[in-house]
């Protein structure tokens, strides 16, 4: 089973960047696809982006162009570069590995956007 560990959530103003890292363990991770949720409060956890195993990638609307998901097999670690960031980014952001009928996810990091 893989673990899932967090990093690089902060307090950021409107416009700037922040990059997430999940660093995993436990299991091959390039045969995993990784995810990158988030969860506001009062509100569903949403997807964010996704990268499948084979390096494709799928951004929800809301972040298309402004986020960019990324996998270093190498390193067992996947990232989230954020840039452009709103208000409404603020949220507590999770990772997430999927194979099959096969999640786990880590602890969350919190990433608030505000001035």
């Known amino acids: 089973q893989v673990q899932l560990v967090e990093s690089g959530g902060g307090l950021v103003q409107p416009g700037g960047s922040l990059r997430l890292s999940c660093a995993t363990s436990?299991?091959?991770?390039?045969?995993?696809?990784m995810g990158w949720y988030r969860q506001a409060p009062g509100k569903q956890r949403e997807l964010v982006a996704r990268?499948?195993?084979?390096?494709?990638?799928y951004y929800a609307v809301a972040v298309k162009g402004r986020f960019t998901i990324s996998r270093d097999n190498n390193k067992n670690t996947v990232y989230l570069q954020m840039n452009s960031l709103k208000p409404e980014d603020t949220a507590v952001y999770y990772c997430n590995a999927d194979r099959g009928v096969v999640a786990v996810w880590g602890q969350g990091t919190q990433v608030t956007v505000s001035s």
């Open positions: 436990g299991s091959i991770f390039s045969m995993w696809h």
């Open positions: 990268i499948t195993s084979g390096g494709g990638t």
